[in-house]
């Protein structure tokens, strides 16, 4: 199976976890219309402390496998994998059924005790998506893009199917087991998502003569020595976010929201507009993914002018992809909230249309910020740096803690301190991660091409959006035409701008020199 290159393979990556991305927030709009917000946030109550669990169990491994794979030879490789599975899957499966257990416990502490049957639903992807990391973290080593792809979106498609069809099964026993219906869904998919890459795995091995890894001397302490500090790096956000979890609904009702309003908010925050702002970050970090083994080989070779190279590359094709998003989610939230949720949010006791696109607007600019965090972050991580984001991020977080306890607590404030909190957590770990970077790596972040094209094709794009608006005014076909516009003349303008630049008028005066003297 050939390796692909660094851009083919960020372009696949990039594709693939778009696509479903794209799907987990069309999902989202008919779940939404099914559970409504305060449904919604019952359903996304669970998630915070289920992604922690899971990061702990999956994320450092595949990123793990991968450095081996690249790094190792193929005997390291085969043995990494084997004991990876036995070892990974014994762990998810102890933190699957301590979630069971404690589940009622859990529920309790976050401010509604109905959250405790939706944890027990959730409780089997645990499992499923402990050994689906190794193996993806097998393919990602090979640089291969193509399994992790197809496994990724038959994994959201079926959650889009199993999830809808459960859920609207199970309301009209209550909203509760309505959001029990849509993680059962999840469950169920990320076990056919780990059936689909495992008959791949076994399709690849038969075509492969792996060498006996008796001479081996990859053991479980050398994979936990690479995957927990990646692990431990990768958990400080998630489990920030479980800290939310506990703290929002919670500070919500004692500055007088009932329950539900809590919860509806809390549901706004997590389940309808950070899931949009995490649609571009997908991309960004299918850069980064495929970062990790490339860098790694290139760093253990002492390349390091190839090492920096790929590291601007990964900075910019980042940035190509956050600025322009950030434009439209900053100019445009209440029509993509619109559109995407006109049938899900209501106007009643709270406006849930404006609050969510309030919350958008601040929010769209930690798409860059998030961005160069995780590139930043996986770049350390590939020269052995793994420990530096682990002490930036908790830094960060400590004061998203700090922040969002305080802002909320004002009543004027509420549910929108909790987004600032954010924007500023992933703001300032962002500049101490790129500073720091800078000290190891010579990566070249250009203000001229890397930020200001971007930024100036960003402007021609809302220019042609706005005149869509004008001339549409409305209808069902205005919001996906303005965004079809908009992206064809993004990438048109920086197309021209980046090619022109080569061109400009310094060039062109070196050039007129150059043929004066030639006449003379």
């Known amino acids: 199976m050939k390796k692909q290159s660094f851009l083919l393979g960020t372009v696949l990556l990039a594709l693939a976890s778009f696509l479903s991305k794209v799907i987990g927030a069309i999902y989202r709009i008919p779940l939404t219309n099914i559970l409504g917000a305060e449904g919604l946030g019952l359903y996304q109550l669970i998630f915070p402390l289920y992604s922690t669990i899971l990061v702990f169990c999956s994320t450092g491994v595949p990123n793990a496998i991968a450095k081996i794979i690249a790094t190792g030879t193929e005997q390291d490789g085969k043995k990494a994998i084997k004991l990876s599975l036995l070892f990974f899957t014994g762990v998810s499966l102890v933190f699957a059924l301590l979630l069971v257990l404690l589940s009622k416990y859990i529920a309790i502490l976050q401010g509604n005790a109905q959250v405790a049957v939706v944890y027990i639903g959730i409780a089997p992807a645990i499992i499923f998506v402990g050994v689906l990391s190794v193996l993806r973290g097998f393919f990602q080593g090979k640089q291969n893009v193509v399994p992790t792809s197809i496994s990724m979106i038959v994994e959201q498609v079926f ?7 459960f859920a609207q099964l199970l309301i009209p026993k209550g909203i509760m087991y309505g959001a029990l219906g849509a993680v059962l869904g999840v469950s169920a998919s990320e076990f056919i998502a780990l059936i689909v890459i495992t008959i791949e795995y076994i399709f690849f091995n038969k075509k492969q003569k792996f060498l006996p890894y008796n001479n081996s001397d990859i053991t ?10 990646i692990t431990f790096s990768s958990m400080i956000m998630p489990i920030t976010i479980l800290v939310d979890s506990f703290l929002i609904v919670n500070l919500l009702k004692s500055i007088n929201f009932s329950v539900n309003e809590a919860t509806n908010l809390y549901g706004i925050l997590t389940g309808v507009v950070n899931s949009l702002i995490n649609l571009p970050v997908v991309l960004s970090l299918s850069v980064a993914t495929m970062v990790i083994p490339i860098v790694s080989k290139l760093y253990k070779n002492n390349n390091q002018l190839q090492v920096a190279q790929k590291s601007s ?8 992809i956050a600025i322009p998003c950030f434009f439209v989610f900053c100019v445009y939230p209440d029509l993509i909230i619109n559109f995407l949720f006109k049938n899900g949010l209501k106007v009643g006791e709270i406006d849930e249309f404006y609050v969510a696109s309030t919350l958008l607007r601040i929010g769209s600019i930690s798409i860059i910020f998030i961005a160069l965090v995780q590139i930043a972050t996986t770049i350390l991580q590939s020269i052995n740096k793994a420990k530096i984001p682990i002490y930036t991020m908790i830094g960060s977080c400590l004061l998203k803690i700090a922040l969002t306890i305080i802002l909320v607590l004002i009543p004027n404030i509420n549910i929108y301190g909790a987004i600032i909190s954010s924007v500023v957590c992933y703001g300032v770990c962002a500049l101490a991660n790129m500073f720091i970077l800078k000290k190891y790596i010579k990566v070249r972040v250009s203000i001229r091409y890397d930020i200001f094209l971007p930024i100036l094709a960003s402007v021609m794009m809302i220019t042609a959006m706005q005149t869509v608006r004008f001339a549409l005014r409305q209808g069902i076909m205005l919001v996906p035409f303005m965004l079809i516009v ?17 061109y400009d008028i310094h060039t062109i005066f070196k050039y007129a020199l150059k043929l004066k003297r030639n006449k003379e």
């Not at 959650?159 to 069809?165: D, S």
């Open 220 to 229: 479980i302490k050398n994979i936990l020595s690479t995957a927990l500090p």
């Open 159 to 165: 959650k889009l199917i199993l999830g809808l069809f």
């Open 486 to 502: 908009g992206g064809v003349v993004y990438c048109l303008v920086y197309g021209v701008l980046s090619y022109g630049e080569k």
């Open 313 to 320: 590359s990964a900075f910019q094709l980042a940035l190509l």
